[in-house]
C-alpha cells in the first residue's frame, strides 16, 4: 500500500511538472530565441521560423496526452517523446546555421538538464533521454562530415560539453532523488509515530473506557481477571446458568410524586450505592437498573459453585443495611424505606449487547430474569422470594426457609411454581475456600482502607487479613472472591 502511494505521488508530481514545462516554459521560450534567429542565421529565413514553431504542436501535443495518461510508465514514455521533439527542432535549428561550427547545439545542453533535472524520471529513462536529444545530433552530423578536421574537432568539443552537461544532471538528478528519499523517509516515520501515537491513545482511551463500563458492572477483582486474562473472553453471548436477583423499592411511584426531588434523588442514590457495593463486593454482576430497582446475576462470568449463596447472602444483607440505615433514610423518604427481593435460577443468554450508536451493556436475557422481577413484584414489605428452583440448590441447614406455597404468574399462567421465602441466613458462611476471620470464623468482605486500598476485612471485630509479617494484605482485586 505504501509502494502505490509513492507511485501516486511520483505521478501527480511528474505530471504537473510536464505540464508546467510545456503549458508555459518551452513554447514562449523557443518563440523568443525567434529574435535571435533573426540575427544569426537571418539567411535562412522561413525554414528557421518554421523550425521553431514546431514547439506549439509538440506543446500541445503533451499537454493533451499528460492529461489523459493513467500510469507513471506512460508519463516516461512521454516525457522521452518530448525530449525527442525539442531535441529535433534544435538539430534543424543547427544544420540551418552552420552545422558543426553552430553555437545552437547549446540548446541541446538546456534540454537535457530540464529534461533530467526538471521532469522527475526513473534512472534507465534518464540514459533514453539523453540518447534521445543526441541522435538526432550525430544524425546530421554523420550527413555532413567530410575529411576536414576541424569539422572533427568542432564536434569532439560540442560532444565533450553535451556529456559533461548529461554527467553534471545525472548527478543533480541522483542528488535530488536522494534528499527525496530522506525526505519521503523521515515523512513516512513521522506518519508512523503519529499512527503508533494515535493508536497508543486510542488504546489507553479504549483500555480507560472498558475499565469504566466494567467497574459499572463488576466487581474490581473481576475486572482485573476480565484485564489479565484469566477470565474466558465475555465478548461473545453464551448460554449460561445463572442466579438472577431484582432488589426494588416498595411503593416507590407513590413516594416519588409526595416528594421533593432533591429528597428522592438523595435516597435514590444511598440505596443504589448500598445495593451496588454489596453486590459487588459478593461478585455479582449488576446488570441493570430498572427505575428504581437494581437487576443483578451470579455465575457470570466468573463461575462459581456456591453462586446462588453468594446471591442469597447479598440479598440477606441488603435488606440488613437498609434497616441499619433506618433514620438516614427516614430524613429524606418520610416513611420506612421497604424493599422487596425476587431470587431465581435458570439459564440465559449472557453477555455483551448493543454496540454501533447503541451503548454495550453485559446482560442476561431469559425467561429466569422476568421471572426474578415477577417474585419481587409479588413480594410483601422486606420480604425475599427464592423459587422452588434456587432453593433446591441451597444447604437447607444454612438458611430459615418458609414454603409460602404454589402461585401462579403474569407470564407464566401455565405453570404453577412453588415459591419460598428465605427469612434470615443460619450460618455465616457459604462455601469452602472463602476467607473466614480467625477470631469468630465470620466471612470476611472485600472493603477499602482510608488509602482506598481494597482489602479483606472481617465484619464482626474489623479483623484484616495479614500477611506473614502481620501486615495488611492488600487485595486490590486479585482474590478469587470479593467476599462472600
Same mark, same amino acid.
Given at each position: ?18 505540464? +508546467? ?6 513554447? =514562449? ?27 506549439v504542436p509538440i506543446c500541445l501535443i503533451v499537454v493533451w496526452l499528460n492529461r489523459r495518461i493513467t500510469s507513471l510508465r506512460q508519463l516516461e514514455y512521454l516525457a522521452v517523446f518530448s525530449a525527442f521533439g525539442h531535441a529535433l527542432i534544435i538539430t534543424a535549428l543547427i544544420y540551418l546555421s552552420g552545422g558543426f561550427y553552430s553555437g545552437y547545439y547549446a540548446g541541446l545542453n538546456l534540454v537535457m538538464i530540464g529534461a533530467i533535472t526538471v521532469v522527475r524520471l526513473s534512472k534507465n529513462f534518464r540514459y533514453l533521454v539523453i540518447a534521445a536529444i543526441v541522435i538526432p545530433y550525430y544524425a546530421i552530423c554523420s550527413l555532413q562530415v567530410s575529411n576536414d578536421t576541424k569539422q572533427y574537432a568542432a564536434m569532439m568539443l560540442n560532444s565533450f560539453f553535451m556529456f559533461g552537461t548529461a554527467v553534471i544532471s545525472l548527478f543533480m538528478a541522483s542528488f535530488q532523488d536522494h534528499l527525496q528519499n530522506k ?25 480507560? $473506557? ?25 465478548? =461473545? ?12 423499592? *416498595? ?15 438523595? $435516597? ?45 447472602? !447479598? ?20 416513611? *420506612? ?14 453477555? +455483551? ?5 447503541? =451503548? ?8 429466569? $430474569? ?10 410483601? =414489605? ?26 401462579? +404468574?403474569?407470564? +407464566? *399462567? ?36 482510608? *488509602? ?13 487479613? !495479614? ?7 492488600? !487485595? ?9
Amino acid at each position: 500500500m505504501k509502494d502505490m502511494d509513492i507511485l501516486s505521488e511520483q505521478q501527480i508530481k511528474m505530471q504537473r511538472s510536464m505540464h +508546467f514545462v510545456h503549458a508555459y516554459l518551452s513554447g =514562449p521560450l523557443y518563440l523568443v530565441f525567434v529574435f535571435a534567429d533573426l540575427i544569426y542565421i537571418a539567411q535562412a529565413g522561413w525554414k528557421s521560423l518554421l523550425a521553431r514553431g514546431m514547439i506549439v504542436p509538440i506543446c500541445l501535443i503533451v499537454v493533451w496526452l499528460n492529461r489523459r495518461i493513467t500510469s507513471l510508465r506512460q508519463l516516461e514514455y512521454l516525457a522521452v517523446f518530448s525530449a525527442f521533439g525539442h531535441a529535433l527542432i534544435i538539430t534543424a535549428l543547427i544544420y540551418l546555421s552552420g552545422g558543426f561550427y553552430s553555437g545552437y547545439y547549446a540548446g541541446l545542453n538546456l534540454v537535457m538538464i530540464g529534461a533530467i533535472t526538471v521532469v522527475r524520471l526513473s534512472k534507465n529513462f534518464r540514459y533514453l533521454v539523453i540518447a534521445a536529444i543526441v541522435i538526432p545530433y550525430y544524425a546530421i552530423c554523420s550527413l555532413q562530415v567530410s575529411n576536414d578536421t576541424k569539422q572533427y574537432a568542432a564536434m569532439m568539443l560540442n560532444s565533450f560539453f553535451m556529456f559533461g552537461t548529461a554527467v553534471i544532471s545525472l548527478f543533480m538528478a541522483s542528488f535530488q532523488d536522494h534528499l527525496q528519499n530522506k525526505e519521503r523517509a523521515a515523512l513516512l516515520l513521522l506518519k508512523q509515530e503519529i499512527a503508533n501515537r494515535d493508536q497508543t491513545i486510542r488504546s489507553q482511551i479504549d483500555s480507560s $473506557v472498558q475499565v469504566r463500563l466494567l467497574s459499572r458492572q463488576f466487581s474490581p477483582q473481576v475486572v482485573k481477571a476480565i484485564q489479565s486474562g484469566k477470565v474466558a473472553d465475555i465478548r =461473545p453471548i453464551q448460554r449460561q446458568k445463572i442466579c438472577v436477583i431484582f432488589v426494588d423499592i *416498595e411503593n416507590s411511584t407513590s413516594r416519588i410524586i409526595r416528594l421533593d426531588k432533591d429528597d428522592v434523588g438523595a $435516597v435514590i442514590s444511598m440505596f443504589m450505592h448500598d445495593v451496588m457495593s454489596i453486590l459487588l463486593k459478593y461478585d455479582i454482576t449488576i446488570d441493570k437498573f430498572l427505575g428504581d430497582g437494581v437487576l443483578a446475576f451470579s455465575n457470570h462470568p466468573v463461575p462459581s459453585d456456591d453462586f446462588v449463596q453468594r446471591v442469597v447472602n !447479598a440479598g440477606l444483607e441488603i435488606r440488613s443495611r437498609i434497616m441499619e440505615r433506618r433514620e438516614e433514610y427516614l430524613e429524606y423518604w418520610k416513611n *420506612e424505606l421497604r424493599i422487596t427481593i425476587g431470587i431465581d435460577v435458570g439459564y440465559a443468554n449472557v453477555g +455483551f449487547y448493543g454496540g454501533g450508536m447503541v =451503548p454495550q451493556t453485559y446482560t442476561a436475557i431469559g425467561e429466569v $430474569v422476568n421471572f426474578a422481577k415477577r417474585l419481587s413484584d409479588s413480594a410483601e =414489605p422486606n420480604q425475599m422470594l427464592i423459587s422452588h428452583s434456587a432453593c433446591k440448590l441451597l444447604p437447607r441447614q444454612d438458611y430459615e426457609m418458609t414454603l409460602l406455597g404454589e402461585r401462579r +404468574f403474569k407470564g +407464566f *399462567e401455565n405453570d404453577i411454581i412453588p415459591v419460598y421465602e428465605i427469612k434470615q441466613g443460619l450460618q455465616t458462611t457459604i462455601a469452602s475456600g472463602i476467607n473466614l476471620c480467625p477470631t469468630d470464623s465470620s466471612v470476611m468482605y472485600l472493603a477499602k482502607n482510608d *488509602e482506598g486500598i481494597y482489602i479483606l476485612k472481617c465484619r464482626e471485630c474489623g479483623f484484616l487479613l !495479614a500477611d506473614e509479617q502481620g501486615a495488611a494484605q492488600v !487485595a486490590q482485586g486479585e482474590s478469587d472472591y470479593t467476599a462472600a
